[in-house]
């Protein structure tokens, strides 16, 4: 197996982009829905205005350049292309952190937090704040493709991760992750304890649904605690048909996911709707606009709608949970909170840094790029 790690960079071909653009040009709309609002999906009046700003208005050369300004690199590991970003910051002293993206987010998703980790001094930190960044995109994301077979589930998926900083020279090192990727960097700590010097996850509401399913429903809770917990699961129920599906058929989905770019792009949007800050009513309120498409327009252009879906059949199927305990000191960014989250998140207390933010939501390197950002730095400096 080679341990080779190899330069990378992004260059999608005039004939793919000729392609989207034709597509986007000649799209087959679906009937009109007997309503117009977010009830039943994504409504079309809104998903008309995107789709006509992805034709006209969006600059996916930009924003290719903009990207390719971060140095990348692809290495193979267990049999697998892994695709990843390695930032490294000018100060002597900086700490190396994993950045672990989720679905449907990307290496995009982090865009704007690498220069204010990598170079604090440049945006009000402290030159003791630096990181060296390496933000890996998952197995059948982005440029992590194709799939080389089965099996790449959680468990397998932090194995390659670690092995990743390993080839980079980083024996000691932090870790962050939302979504998918706080199950990785949790999973870091709890396979290599010794390797990690903290792990700092990004989190929602939505977290709320694991309780009782993937983690116990802690003894004790009030009559309040109890109902404000099912209003939350109640609240979110009605968006997890997308788990489902991912779970059980994620090839049926491929399909559509690979010829439309109507479905990829819906099928993306619904979650930056139902998923962002309840106070920006729109996905591209919520995040830039710019941003937001350039992560859907890496997944049309890898064509990796399918593969994606994959990962949650393979961790459905596998033994690897989606928590794992450990002893290495955890921070907590909790978007978009309400007190009872850590009522039932960390009943005990172990959580050594827990942060409450009324703003953001599932996506907080996007939304909230500085909080976020500030967050990590204050649980990190206290580890150095």
């Keep these: 197996m080679s341990t080779t790690v190899?330069?990378?960079?992004?260059?999608?071909?005039?004939?793919?982009?000729?392609?989207?653009?034709?597509?986007?040009?000649?799209?087959?709309?679906?009937?009109?829905a007997p309503v117009d609002d977010w009830s039943r999906g994504v409504p079309p009046g809104y998903l008309k205005k995107l789709a006509s700003y992805w034709l006209s208005?969006?600059?996916?050369?930009?924003?290719?350049?903009?990207?390719?300004?971060?140095?990348?690199?692809?290495?193979?590991?267990?049999?697998?292309?892994?695709?990843f970003l390695h930032v490294r910051s000018k100060e002597a002293r900086a700490t190396p952190l994993i950045l672990c993206h989720g679905w449907p987010g990307s290496f995009v998703e982090f865009s704007r937090i690498i220069g204010p980790l990598t170079n604090p001094v440049a945006f009000g930190g402290k030159s003791e704040d630096a990181f060296h960044i390496v933000v890996p995109s998952l197995p059948g994301f982005g440029f992590s493709t194709p799939l080389s077979g089965p099996g790449w589930n959680l468990g397998r998926t932090t194995r390659a991760y670690a092995e990743v900083m390993h080839r980079l020279g980083y024996d000691r090192?932090?870790?962050?992750?939302?979504?998918?990727?706080?199950?990785?960097?949790?999973?870091?700590?709890?396979?290599?304890?010794?390797?990690?010097?903290?792990?700092?996850?990004?989190?929602?509401?939505?977290?709320?649904?694991?309780?009782?399913?993937?983690?116990?429903?802690?003894?004790?809770?009030?009559?309040?605690?109890?109902?404000?917990?099912?209003?939350?699961?109640?609240?979110?129920?009605?968006?997890?048909?997308?788990?489902?599906?991912?779970?059980?058929?994620?090839?049926?989905?491929?399909?559509?996911?690979?010829?439309?770019?109507?479905?990829?792009?819906?099928?993306?949007?619904?979650k930056f709707k139902e998923w962002t800050s309840p106070g920006r009513p729109l996905p591209d309120d919520a995040v830039d606009r710019d941003q937001l498409l350039t992560?859907?327009?890496?997944?049309?252009?890898?064509?990796?709608?399918?593969?994606?879906?994959?990962?949650?059949?393979?961790?459905?199927?596998?033994?690897?949970?989606?928590?794992?305990?450990?002893?290495?000191p955890t921070g907590w960014a909790m978007f978009n909170s309400e007190p009872v989250l850590r009522r039932v998140l960390d009943p005990d207390g172990k959580i050594s840094h827990w942060t409450d933010f009324s703003e953001g939501g599932h996506f907080p390197a996007m939304e909230e790029p500085e909080l976020l950002t500030g967050d990590i730095r204050a649980f990190f400096g206290n580890l150095r």
């Design 6 to 32: 190899n330069p990378f960079t992004i260059k999608i071909g005039d004939a793919d982009l000729n392609d989207l653009k034709a597509r986007l040009d000649n799209v087959r709309w679906p009937r009109e």
């Design 57 to 83: 208005g969006f600059d996916w050369r930009k924003q290719e350049a903009a990207l390719n300004a971060f140095p990348q690199f692809t290495t193979e590991v267990d049999g697998q292309t892994i695709h």
């Design 173 to 270: 090192y932090a870790a962050h992750g939302s979504d998918i990727g706080a199950g990785i960097a949790g999973h870091l700590a709890s396979f290599f304890p010794e390797r990690l010097i903290g792990v700092h996850v990004a989190s929602d509401r939505g977290a709320a649904a694991y309780v009782g399913v993937y983690m116990p429903l802690p003894p004790n809770l009030t009559d309040e605690d109890k109902a404000a917990l099912d209003k939350i699961k109640a609240d979110g129920a009605e968006g997890g048909g997308y788990m489902k599906l991912q779970q059980t058929r994620p090839q049926t989905l491929a399909y559509g996911l690979a010829e439309s770019p109507m479905g990829q792009l819906s099928w993306i949007v619904e």
């Design 295 to 328: 992560n859907v327009s890496l997944y049309w252009f890898t064509n990796t709608g399918g593969s994606s879906a994959q990962f949650y059949w393979e961790t459905a199927h596998a033994q690897d949970g989606w928590s794992a305990p450990s002893p290495v």
